[in-house]
């Protein structure tokens, strides 16, 4: 059981994430990709944490979870809203705050 | 130079004599600060005010032939002590300043008195009387001072009391500007005046007479030459000599009393005073010496021409004083027993010029203000008294015997004769010839004035004489030049012993007296040919020398070309360069910072994937320089 | 009565009147006037009665308080005066109540209604009357921070007042002033603020470096390596330097100057730019000696440009409060000159200028106010034969402008000649070339005075409504101490130049200064009589 397969499933979930957030334009989507990113930092941790055999990174992520769920919580509300004015969940339409 | 200036304190009655100063000093604050209240009766405040300190003076002059050595010294209180600088809020009273106290409150009183009648349907006499008496308390500082301290604020009070007189009607644009013009040239030579006091106190540690007088002789020639030169520049600011003259002319656009007490008796005459005070300083200073006598010479020329091509009374009288005030200068240039002469003439000019003002403002003020001595003539027979003290203020000026003027030029024209080498030669020639042009000029104002047809304009109804306000001090001060020249040779210079020394007595000149007398007349008898028959009533075209002489020389275009055109153009320069220069840097920097803002906002496009790139491409940079920290 | 903490206190109290003024509501704008004129006329009897309580020839810096602030920096709240800051703080209590006055009706608005000041005719249309209670709160404000930086004696809290000084100025100026005053206070405020910057990198490099400390006291004592000391000299001189102004850093003046109220005008230039001269001598020189030796040309070149460059463009202005603020530019070349001459009688002739110039300018500045208040303008070419319409008002300007040259017999002379005389002793060529600036002075002044009061009456002018009052009675009491004590001083300055003399010597032996004896000293009159009597 090497480390290096929980790393590098990490990193391959961090990178299909990060992507998404690059390419795709649906809110809902970002969103979902975003929680792929923290997860895979999540995945890490904990694999460090077994291998280290420290509480440490186990303990912050359960803090990486509740930041990622009140994040989602506020997220989705600000997505509801726009949707409610824009009819619309595409975030290259929200681009009035700009210079 | 063994000078040993030693001042007596003042004792008794005579520590009293600050009050010279504080009976005029109070009547003027009296008559500002009680505003209209003081309408009716602060004129004769005025009069009183200098007439009670004349009669102090006197009192003073002759308790001070009590004391042995002739000096009374008051310090009242400190004014400044600070370092090594010590300066006294001081006085001094010794036999230079009784004569000048005496002609300031005694001719000063007489003009006030006159005031009374000349300035009674003008609105402002109040006011008028509280800078006449600022003037007064003020050239009394100046001459009662004990340090050079005193004697520049009494110097800068009469020139700020000068301004306010001369600009007395502000609402003439004329007048303002001849105000100023005055304020400003005086402080072109008070400049001289004061880094003079700067070196004195760099060099000997102390601005009393004094200390100066007792410390001047161990200085080096050169210094001493250089505080000459700066006394002499002081000097010629405050009597209009050249190069700064060109301010007393216009002057005249003051009252006429103003003119006859500031800008003939008394305040012009404070270079003189000055460079008299100073005579240790210039007797260790021939080259200043010499400079000053070259400023009188060159001056009483300048005055003289002038005057000749001059057709306005006032402005006629002003060259004149010009003229004669260069006399004096020459008279203190030449050191020695010739100081005495000087003052001896300042003294009669005192009175026979105060005399000439007067008349010419009594002539004035029957000719509805008509200045032209071209629009005169036949007033001998209207105006008797003022046609007989302004003739015998007329012959006194020109050196007629027995009157004053002839006691006190001759000897002057004589002692400059007397002066080594050839510098005596051409001062002395320059000295005869002012006093054929005086008498030309004199005569043309007179004649034309007084006597030939009548030239009124047609606004004039029947000139008066003036009322006895102003008829009494014009035959005073006609008395006064009268017998004045003949008690002051006797008296004067044996008086004024303790300030200037012994001096060897003087030779005498009868080959000088003639020649003068026979320049004298020869110029009355050119004016008289010319101008009996009167003139032209308007400005007749003329030749090279008459025009220059008509505009003042060219002086006053001198200073408009190198002075005022010059300085115009440099502020306006400097206004554009301050605006857009200076503040234009600071101004462009900011512009410079929000035009680059402005460039920078674009990059906040308002999509949130474009941030998010640049988010990721800041954390791959943290990570490759991570790494390259790490691996290199 | 030495024991009583008068600078702790009064520095506090008026911020604490300001506090309740401030709190006041906006509908009773003359009860807010009246209490904080009230409040400012208490903190001068305050202030007078710790005046006579100092004594002149004791310690250097008496009142000393010291209060536990912050530990961690050795930061103190430390207040003391020597006689330097003394005289500036007499200044500020007197001139504040005085601009309270001066400004009663500033913030009434014109064309509102028909008052006591309030001209229907003001050309500028109706500006709309605003609050009051704020605005003299905020004049109390300042005061507050005012007496503050100049009784600090620790550095960080010196740097502390410094910088929240520009806050109620930069109200004052920005909500207050004539045309394009937030233009200038933004100005004022980044000038200020860049030089307190350049300030505040040598105030942490001088904790640093001397011995992590903010007290005076012991930083005076500190030595730093020759390269070091000028670095953190040229720190803070910059800062004074943009405050005072000197040139080139000057332009920010006009532009306050004419933008703010007449009575804001006043205390800027009266009493906050002092803050720059002041702090070169409380500072600059005692702490960093050689650097003030070495940096004295550069210092003095500077300060003899300014005297010049002002008043030439003293003469080429056309609106009255720029030129004022031009005329106190070649003023504090004056002080500058007096500073970095390091003899005695230039620095206290330069501290004497100090306290004359805040009296004469800010008189100036007062006056400017009444006639702009009445015209509408402060523009000269608005003006024109003054004099018939309001004669005592156009003699009280005279006046205001023959102190501002410096004439003889009114205080700014006695300042202007010690300044002068004293750098003479030293260096000949500065002294002869500002004697120059002094020629110059009388031709903004009377060029001023021409082109304003007299001359025919400008017609425009006769019809103007205001120019039918001539000085009121709240004029004639806001000027009339100002001229008091600009005569009075002119005749006796002796109070103040000997409160003055001490701190300006010990200021110069912290440098190593000495007077150079003339060349050839006379003889006392004393000798010379005992020799003649022998």
Redesign the interface.
Known sequence: MSVSYYVVLAAALFTIGAVGVLIRRNAIVLFMCIELMLNAANLTLVTFSRINGTLDGQIMAFFVMVVAAAEVVVGLAIIMTIFRTRRSANVDEANLLKY | MGS????AAATGWLSTFWLLIAIPLASAAALLLL?RRADRWGHWLGVTSVAASFGLAVSYFFALRGVDERSAELRL?????????KVD?GLLLDPLSVVFVLLVTGVGALIHAYAVGYMAHDPGRRRFFAYFNLFVAAMLLLVLGNNY?ML??G???VG?AS?LLI?FW????AA??A??KA??MN??G??GF??A???M??????V?F???S??VG??ATGTATVLGLLLLLGACGKSGQFPLQTWLPDAMEGPTPVSALIHAATMVTAGVYLIARSHPIFDAAPDAQTAVICVGAATLLIGAIIGCAKDDIKRILAYSTVSQIGYMFLAVGLGGVAYALGLIHLLAHGFFKAGLFLGAGSVMHSMNDQTDIRRFGGLWKPMKITWVTTGLGYLALIGIPPLSGFFTKEPIIGAAFDHAGWLGAVVGGAALLGAGLTAFYMTRLFVLTFHGPRRWTPDVGQPHESPPVMTVPLIALALGSLAAGALMMTSVVDWLTPVFGEHAESSEHWLITGATMAVTLTGVGLALVLFRKGTETEEQPAGILVTAARRNLYADAVNETIFEMP?KY???A??FL?NRG??GL?NGL?AAVGGGSGRL??L??????SY??SI?AGAVLVVVAMLAVTLG | MNDFPFLSVLTAAPAVGGLVVALLPNSRPTLAKALSLGWSLVVLVGTITMYTAFKPGGDRFQFHESYRWIPSWDARLTFAVDGIALVMLLLIAVLVPVVMLASWHDTDGYGAKAGEDRHSAAPVGVVPARSASAYFSLLLFLESTMLGVFSAQDIFLFYVFFEIMLVPMYFLIGSYGGQRRQYAAVKFFLYSLVGGLFMLVAVIGLWVLGGHTFDWQKLVEADFTTGTERWLFLGFFIAFAIKAPFFPFHTWLPDAGGAAPAGSAALLVGVLDKVGTFGILRYCLPLFPNASRYFAPLALTLALVGVIYGALLAIGQNDLKRLVAYTSIAHFGFIGIGIFAFTTQSGTGAVLYMVNHGLATGLLFLVVGMLAARRGSAAVSDFGGAGKLVPVLAGVFLLAGLASLALPGTSPFVSEFLVLVGTFTVNKTVAVVATVGVVLAAGYVLWMIQRTTHGTVNPALAEVEGMKRDLSLREGIVVAPLIALILGLGVYPKPVLDVIDPAVRATLSDTGSTDPAPTHPAPTADAVSKESGK
Request: glycine share 12%; no cysteine.
């Open positions: 040993n200036v030693h001042f505003g209180f400190d004014f400044i002590d600070v370092g090594g600088l809020i301290v520049y604020v110097w800068e009070g700020l301004y600009a502000y609402a003439k644009p303002a500007t105000g100023k304020f400003l402080r072109v008070d400049a004061v880094i006091i700067f070196l106190f760099a060099t000997l540690g102390s009393n004094d200390d100066v007792n410390g161990a200085l300085g440099l502020t306006r400097l206004v301050d200076i503040d600071v900011a906002r674009r906040q496009t308002g999509y949130v994937r998010a790139m990721l």
